[in-house]
């Protein structure tokens, strides 16, 4: 563990809220402690909210990975799911780890392809592949993971007609019972039928196994799902094909906190720490009991088919894991500065913090729920301010959406913040950044740049906007 906090976890004892410290990569931890002024340089460069990007630590997190499955001797094969962030910087690094990339879309497949992803490495996930999509991956021989039965007959038609001599590799995607009421994935009652069309025409159709992708964090119902898939491998071998990958998707859960600090929030937290008066419903487990480490790791202990462990299992049906991270691969890549524009007194003494830019760049309130860490404040280096009289703020986007607010939370500040002072918001590469963003009010898009882990060079990793 080598993420370390800023301050011990406590309360801001004049405001009465908790803090939230996030834990941060040491990279990053030095760049927001000791060289605040360049954080100011770059802002004052590349425009408000400004997104940091920090590709080494790709490599940090696949280590972590590759450590738990080297202990368990499984054959794994890593797919990098590029959807988590824009960044073609944090796709580079990915495949200079050696990863596979996971896409969704051809203008994702590009990407991959242009960071020199070989064709034979990326894996194409999605509900919705159609023609086009299906021939460039078929063209560069992408692994392409069919949804629906009705994906199936469409690229065997495909296969017939224009493609004809060629061959697609192919996985089926399950739907697990666990996901019965999901869109994604065969579900048990077609996947007979689509086996049986995969086994009749092996001549167009190169097999290599199945897939799943289940929401939420836990590994358990990995487990459960791989344990109803092994009746569905003996199918499949029924019918003379080969079972070589089993891809499990992604979810492998990280950590934003110290988990008991975490959990302690949890307890203690009511409507009055809210600016709104709302707790809100759920969250992403920012704190949770595992990091994807963790989560591999009991994933492959647990007992599986045949009272065996999964990764005994693997191992002796001769199968490779696939693995499709996303925001675990992600794990403290990119922070999210905001320059504070204005900032406001409300009657009750609390303040809202305006900042440059919007909630779409630090999005979870329109999900109904909050990104449940607390920015770091980095003072204009030029201010004068007195040090004592700590403050509750919430902080709010510039636009005139009355919904535009980065948090509702309120937050504890030991001082007054100023306009001309950063938020820098840590651990928003994965869905937190980039999401939603957009250019409301014809404020052009927020800018990305990609920082060396030396923080010595700063390079623009804008997204090109693609033609189609
Ligand atoms: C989104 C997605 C992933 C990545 O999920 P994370 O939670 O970011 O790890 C992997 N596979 C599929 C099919 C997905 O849709």
């Not at 034979?120 to 023609?131: L, M, Q, T, V």
């Not at 993971?145 to 469409?154: F, G, R, V």
């Amino acid at each position: 563990m080598n993420h370390q906090s800023l301050h011990k976890p406590g309360f801001v004892q004049e405001t009465g809220l908790p803090i939230l410290e996030p834990l941060l990569d040491p990279v990053i931890r030095t760049l927001a402690t000791e060289q605040q002024s360049k954080l100011h340089d770059w802002v004052g460069s590349y425009g408000s909210p400004l997104n940091m990007v920090f590709p080494h630590t790709i490599g940090i997190n696949h280590a972590r990975l590759a450590g738990v499955l080297d202990a368990h001797a499984v054959k794994s094969k890593i797919f990098y799911a590029a959807k988590v962030n824009k960044s073609h910087s944090l796709v580079a690094e990915a495949v200079q780890c050696g990863l596979g990339v996971d896409v969704s879309s051809r203008f994702e497949l590009r990407d991959a392809l242009d960071a020199g992803c070989a064709g034979g490495d990326i894996c194409a996930s999605g509900p919705a592949k159609g023609d086009t999509f299906h021939h460039e991956l078929i063209a560069v021989n992408a692994l392409i993971s069919i949804d629906s039965a009705e994906e199936l007959e469409d690229l065997l038609a495909l296969l017939t007609d224009e493609l004809s001599g060629t061959k697609a590799r192919i996985l089926l995607r399950f739907r697990p019972a666990s996901n019965k009421h999901s869109r994604f994935g065969i579900p048990h009652e077609q996947l007979h039928a689509c086996l049986q069309v995969v086994a009749q025409n092996t001549d167009r159709l190169a097999f290599e196994g199945f897939h799943f992708h289940l929401g939420g964090y836990r590994a358990d119902n990995r487990v459960e799902a791989l344990i109803e898939l092994s009746d569905w491998i003996m199918v499949a071998r029924e019918y003379g094909l080969r079972v070589e990958m089993l891809d499990i998707g992604g979810g492998l859960p990280i950590r934003y906190l110290d988990a008991g600090t975490y959990a302690d929030f949890i307890d203690v937290q009511t409507s009055s720490h809210y600016r709104n008066g709302k707790v809100p419903g759920s969250y992403y487990p920012y704190g949770g009991p595992n990091e994807a480490d963790d989560w591999l790791d009991q994933f492959l202990s647990a007992t599986g088919p045949s009272s065996k462990s999964v990764a005994q299992y693997l191992k002796d049906e001769g199968i490779t894991l696939a693995l499709e991270p996303g925001r675990s691969l992600v794990d403290q890549s990119a922070i999210t500065v905001f320059r504070i524009a204005r900032t406001k007194r409300q009657p009750d003494g609390s303040f809202v913090l305006f900042v440059e830019g919007s909630s779409f760049s630090a999005c979870e309130t329109w999900f109904a729920s909050e990104f449940l860490i607390d920015p770091i404040l980095v003072p204009a280096a030029s201010s004068t301010r007195e040090q004592d009289g700590s403050v509750r703020a919430y902080i709010a986007g510039h636009s005139c959406l009355e919904e535009d607010v980065i948090t509702n939370r309120l937050l504890p500040f030991p001082f007054q913040p100023l306009a001309g002072d950063l938020l820098v918001y840590a651990n928003t590469a994965g869905y937190q950044m980039d999401l939603l963003e957009n250019e409301f009010h014809r404020v052009p898009m927020p800018r990305r740049v990609s920082i060396s882990a030396d923080l010595a060079t700063v390079q623009p990793d804008d997204h090109k906007g693609a033609s189609r």
